[in-house]
């Protein structure tokens, strides 16, 4: 007969050698390391319920961009479709923005290159306040459909609207824009020539809990991989951020350091250069020392990338003994030259200084 455990979350008893377990970093989203190890104590509905969280990482957030800079082998997994950047569960798909000239112009990212942007037809509005937002156009678009976009923005007073799209469907555009806005005017602004342009982007992105109930998530997880004092998760000391993870709440009691850093070498140096990593890596790091339990995320770290890391408190757990003390890490590292099921490898770090 198996030896049924309760799920840390929810309770419900389930047997944890079916599968293979929860991978610490999402796989669909990172790709599978080797050498990683597994969290097996979840239950197969509460995993399911964090699958939500992994879509808005990777549609509405920084991550998957980055996912989509480095296209990381997904080995088997890579025809499980894609994590286009969309949105997910009421989170808006990140908007991507460029200057051209004095312009900042809406622009459509390349679903396999995100560094690669093509003009889009859309509105320019600028309200009251000089914030400009950006509503895309499309063949076909009415007037309802417009208004509804519009509104979602909730702008407030406009000072100007302004339209860019392609010359072949101006006059439709121009027609379903004067029916929203009946004074408006149409003026013709010098055309821009074809051609391939260098151009800085700007790419916004919004979301809402669930993307930090996800980095909660990953964190709790690594610490309960790799805590040495024997912790499950269980423990009524981390009730607070297994609610959370479950159920969301403020970010702030949980994503802060509680005073407890670690010091890396990557980031600016006295010299005024950068140092940053010559592979792309995620960096994890745990604080178990008898204190506050603190874990450290530094997620897509890589050439000309240095993103600002996560602290994660996770609580402070009783102990009648403790038997590991100190800080520990690991390195996911990128490998895009495997041929295998696996985007890299993950190596014990012993970087970490405590400050």
Not at 176 to 194: A, S, V, Y
Request: hydrophobic share 35%.
């Amino acid at each position: 007969m198996a030896n049924l455990l309760p799920c840390i979350y929810c309770g419900e008893r389930f047997d944890p050698t079916r599968g293979e377990g929860d991978h610490v970093l999402p796989s669909r989203l990172f790709g599978e390391f080797e050498g990683d190890g597994r969290f097996r104590g979840a239950c197969t509905n509460c995993n399911n319920q964090f699958g939500r969280y992994e879509q808005v990482l990777s549609q509405s957030s920084q991550l998957g961009f980055y996912r989509r800079v480095i296209n990381p082998n997904l080995g088997r997994r890579a025809n499980r479709g894609g994590l286009l950047q969309r949105g997910a569960h009421g989170n808006p798909r990140p908007q991507t923005t460029a200057m051209m000239g004095n312009r900042r112009l809406l622009v459509a990212t390349d679903p396999n290159d995100p560094t690669n942007i093509t003009p889009v037809d859309h509105l320019s509005i600028t309200a009251t306040n000089g914030e400009v937002h950006h509503v895309r156009l499309f063949a076909g678009m009415t007037v309802d459909r417009l208004r509804e976009d519009i509104e979602d923005l909730s702008i407030g007073e406009f000072k100007e609207v302004a339209m860019d799209c392609d010359p072949a469907v101006t006059d439709q555009l121009v027609s379903l824009i004067q029916q929203m806005f009946p004074d408006w005017r149409f003026e013709q602004r010098g055309d821009t020539e074809p051609g391939t342009y260098r151009l800085h982007s700007t790419t916004r992105f919004q979301f809402c809990g669930a993307y930090f109930q996800g980095l909660a998530k990953i964190a709790f997880h690594y610490y309960l991989v790799h805590n040495q004092n024997g912790f499950l998760g269980c423990e009524p000391e981390f009730a607070e951020i297994r609610s959370f993870i479950q159920n969301g709440g403020n970010p702030d009691s949980f994503f802060h350091s509680s005073g407890r850093e670690f010091a890396v070498p990557y980031g600016p140096q006295p010299n005024g250069q950068v140092l940053c990593p010559a592979d792309w890596c995620h960096v994890m790091a745990a604080m178990d020392d008898g204190g506050p339990v603190v874990v450290y995320m530094q997620l897509f770290v890589g050439p000309g990338a240095i993103p600002a890391p996560n602290f994660v408190t996770l609580g402070t757990p009783a102990r009648c003994e403790v038997r590991a003390r100190g800080a520990y890490g690991h390195v996911y590292r990128y490998d895009n030259h495997r041929h295998d099921r696996y985007a890299g490898a993950v190596i014990a770090a012993d970087l970490f200084r405590l400050r």
